[in-house]
């Protein structure tokens, strides 16, 4: 039976704290909450199970949205209409990214912002990303533009960095001949 989880919103404190590292292979719990959070942001991306379940569109989340300073991220891609690839790293590290800069056009979002904020956000292009699967077996993936983006901004949940902190206050918008837009 699926249940939407509770996602903390920008004003709570923990959202701003360094997680910790997580013990491997991880628990039944936190298992079972990965299991969730695939659910979740499944359904969120299939139009009539959002409208269902009130649920708004997302592709990661990161345990402290939860309330959980663990270095656990789950992102759900839609490579394709209605195909999904699971993304779960734990204690995941950036080991290398391009020199390439991109930005999504239309910005980011964030279930844990429940606001529209414009501008936008610049991350690398192309990273590659090391961490551990739930069992405790060294992964590696290498990933470019959204998944890339996606990818950043749940590592960056890790740190107690949200989004829009990364958005230049002064001048918010690149254009095409500053930053490629995705």
């Given at each position: 039976?699926?249940?939407?989880?509770?996602?903390?919103?920008?004003?709570?404190?923990?959202?701003?704290?360094?997680?910790?590292?997580?013990?491997?292979?991880?628990?039944?719990?936190?298992?079972?909450?990965?299991?969730?959070?695939?659910?979740?942001?499944?359904?969120?991306?299939?139009?009539?199970?959002?409208?269902?379940?009130?649920?708004?569109?997302?592709?990661?989340?990161?345990?402290?949205?939860?309330?959980?300073?663990?270095?656990?991220?789950v992102?759900?891609?839609?490579?394709?209409?209605?195909?999904?690839?699971?993304?779960?790293?734990?204690?995941?590290?950036?080991?290398?990214?391009?020199?390439?800069?991109?930005?999504?056009?239309?910005?980011?979002?964030?279930?844990?912002?429940?606001?529209?904020?414009?501008?936008?956000?610049?991350?690398?292009?192309?990273?590659?990303?090391?961490?551990?699967?739930?069992?405790?077996?060294?992964?590696?993936?290498?990933?470019r533009?959204?998944?890339?983006?996606?990818?950043?901004?749940?590592?960056?949940?890790?740190?107690?960095?949200?989004?829009?902190?990364?958005?230049?206050?002064?001048?918010?918008?690149?254009?095409?001949?500053e930053?490629?837009?995705?």
């Amino acid at each position: 039976m699926f249940k939407p989880l509770k996602i903390l919103d920008d004003s709570h404190k923990i959202l701003r704290k360094i997680s910790k590292e997580v013990e491997l292979p991880l628990s039944k719990e936190d298992k079972d909450t990965i299991k969730q959070i695939i659910a979740h942001l499944k359904y969120s991306q299939i139009e009539k199970y959002a409208e269902k379940y009130d649920l708004r569109p997302g592709m990661g989340l990161a345990f402290p949205q939860l309330g959980e300073l663990k270095r656990i991220i789950v992102i759900v891609h839609e490579y394709e209409e209605d195909k999904f690839k699971n993304y779960v790293i734990v204690n995941p590290k950036i080991i290398s990214h391009s020199e390439e800069m991109v930005a999504l056009e239309t910005g980011e979002g964030c279930l844990s912002v429940n606001r529209d904020i414009e501008g936008h956000v610049p991350r690398y292009a192309r990273i590659t990303i090391t961490g551990y699967d739930p069992d405790g077996n060294k992964i590696s993936i290498r990933a470019r533009e959204d998944l890339s983006v996606a990818l950043q901004h749940e590592v960056d949940h890790l740190d107690g960095i949200l989004f829009y902190d990364k958005i230049n206050k002064k001048k918010p918008f690149f254009n095409e001949n500053e930053i490629r837009l995705i």
